[in-house]
């Protein structure tokens, strides 16, 4: 158990919908990273934060948006949802530290199913 | 544009021998290298690391080689067991005080026959 929790674990939805996914990072980590992994594909980085701001993006449609709330928390909102959208979403957390790479731990995932 | 790279998608070895990943990568800017293993419905964990200061590390049965001038590491598993079968990602970051991304490999499947 990484101490990173994801909700929900799977997600069925139609195109054109917005779903929201939401991460607990472990506790006392500052930053959260969320990750897309497609079938047969390695992860892809889509945006980190930290404590509460945005602080790297990667690849991430503009359909997609996150946020960190005060509590640490981050939820990631999917909107227009085409099929193509439909994959597995990782949620990691790290202390954030500014002077040296930090490890990433990561949570169980969201399997979304657009149909 | 695939900076990480894992050529082959799956691998199977017998138990007791050994298991070699490879990972190749183009970004120059990497400096340093983390393996991560996954099991179906889990996240990735983390497994082992190395820096580009080092050429090995080593870590149990864990070993990582890496080879800059080729752009090349790999992950030795020795001896081999049932509970290594997972799929193993290559991954690099690239910081900047705070500032992170982490790039993945596809991922290796990797099956132990007993």
């Known amino acids: 158990d990484s101490g990173v929790t994801q909700t929900p674990k799977h997600l069925i939805t139609a195109t054109g919908q917005r779903v929201t996914l939401r991460c607990s990072p472990r506790?006392?980590?500052?930053?959260v990273y969320w990750y897309q992994q497609s079938l047969d594909q390695g992860l892809q980085f889509l945006i980190q934060?930290?404590?509460?701001?945005?602080?790297a993006k990667g690849n991430i449609l503009e359909r997609f948006s996150a946020q960190q709330f005060p509590d640490l928390h981050s939820e990631l909102n999917l909107s227009s949802l085409e099929l193509g959208d439909s994959a597995l979403y990782f949620c990691?957390?790290?202390?954030?530290?500014?002077?040296?790479?930090?490890?990433?731990?990561f949570g169980p995932g969201t399997r979304l199913t657009v149909l | 544009d695939q900076q990480v790279k894992q050529n082959s998608p799956s691998l199977s070895v017998q138990e007791g021998r050994i298991s070699i990943l490879n990972c190749d990568y183009t970004n120059s800017m990497f400096d340093y290298f983390l393996w991560y293993k996954k099991y179906p419905a889990e996240g990735p964990t983390f497994l082992i690391s190395i820096s580009s200061i080092k050429d090995k590390n080593e870590d149990g049965r864990f070993t990582v080689f890496l080879n800059k001038s080729a752009k090349h590491l790999s992950l030795h598993i020795v001896p081999s067991q049932p509970g290594d079968s997972a799929v193993y990602f290559c991954?690099?970051?690239?910081?900047?005080?705070?500032?992170?991304?982490?790039?993945f490999g596809t991922g290796t499947r990797l099956t132990i026959i007993p």
């Open positions: 991954a690099a970051p690239l910081y900047n005080f705070g500032n992170e991304k982490l790039t």
């Open positions: 506790s006392g980590d500052l930053s």
């Open positions: 934060y930290y404590n509460g701001e945005e602080r």
């Open positions: 990691a957390s790290s202390s954030g530290s500014q002077f040296s790479y930090n490890e990433q731990f």
